[in-house]
């Protein structure tokens, strides 16, 4: 996995940018959208399960795999006022998780995207999972897609539209 | 009139918020039975599960673990699955150290002997590193996240503050 700084950096900007043209994309509801890019992750309890003897690893699979993923997504919408609202933005959250984890080497297998219709596996081959280079790159994009939405949201305070 | 009152309660208890949650889980529960039965027969190359059920010589192997000892042209791989642990005498070139988590795809020899022919390392660094800010940008996310939602116990639901 691309650690969580990336993941959470590149769902950040997708929603900064989605912002500046679509009101959804708010604060609130750009925290929503980070809860789903880690959704994918929640698998890593089973780190902890090893610490206490506990090898669950092939049950807890499934949760990053992306039907797994969507369907804990559908489960948390329903904590949310507007679930149809909360399920989309958690779903988005979960395809940036995959695009950046599709982009991962390994020397064999990848991750089975269309599980269960098909046990293909897919990797992009194009960075490692320690590489920081990625993280970097994205924290640049992100701070420059900060800095220009301030500019955005100054002018759009100066001369307000609809 | 009957034929309405039974529409309403079957409307009733198929959006309801406990059926759907646990219909889900269902779901969710019987994909990762069917993911962990059914995942080693599709493997691209056998693993460390697969090795220890039919010990395939000859063949080409996928194993990941930590590295335990470096000599001189191979090191020693640990790996575990379901608290059977196995050690792997890996021969390759590659500069690898203790501790560090490696992926190896090679021809699997007799008593564990694996012939490298990739290998992919992360660093104990790295892969601490990798954790470490993690973990950080997991707090910097709750910390926004609680700024913005708040779960009501009473109600089961995030309710939003701004």
């Known amino acids: 996995m691309p650690d969580w700084v990336t993941h959470i950096v590149v769902a950040w900007t997708l929603c900064r940018i989605l912002s500046f043209k679509f009101k959804e994309f708010n604060a609130a509801n750009t925290l929503i959208v980070i809860t789903g890019a880690l959704i994918p992750d929640i698998f890593k309890i089973v780190i902890i399960l090893q610490f206490i003897g506990i090898d669950a690893t092939d049950y807890f699979e499934i949760l990053h795999i992306p039907t797994g993923s969507v369907i804990v997504a559908g489960m948390l919408s329903l904590f949310f006022p507007e679930r149809k609202k909360a399920f989309l933005f958690l779903g988005l959250g979960v395809l940036t998780h995959y695009v950046l984890d599709s982009s991962l080497e390994h020397v064999s297998g990848g991750m089975y995207l269309f599980f269960p219709l098909n046990w293909l596996q897919w990797q992009l081959e194009l960075t490692t999972s320690s590489d920081y280079m990625i993280t970097l790159i994205a924290l640049l994009i992100a701070g420059m897609v900060y800095i220009i939405g301030r500019e955005v949201d100054r002018r759009r305070a100066i001369i307000p539209h609809d | ?162």
């Open chain 2, 1 to 162: 009139m009957t034929q309405l009152k039974l529409y309403t309660t079957v409307k009733k208890i198929l959006t309801n918020r406990a059926f759907i949650f646990f219909g889900l889980l269902l779901v969710l529960i019987l994909l990762g039975g069917y993911y962990s039965a059914n995942y080693q027969n599709h493997l691209q190359y056998p693993n460390t599960a697969v090795i220890l059920k039919n010990y395939p010589t000859g063949e080409t192997v996928s194993v990941t673990g930590s590295v335990i000892q470096v000599y001189n042209n191979s090191f020693l791989l640990t790996d575990a699955y379901h608290r059977n642990v196995v050690y792997y005498k890996v021969y390759s070139t590659q500069k690898v150290s203790v501790g560090d988590q490696v992926e190896v795809l090679g021809v699997l020899g007799n008593s564990y002997r694996i012939n490298a022919s990739k290998i992919q390392s992360v660093s104990t660094f790295d892969y601490k590193f990798l954790l470490q800010r993690s973990f950080i940008a997991l707090l910097i996310f709750l910390f926004f996240f609680r700024r913005y939602w708040r779960f009501d116990f009473r109600k089961m639901e995030f309710r939003r503050l701004k």
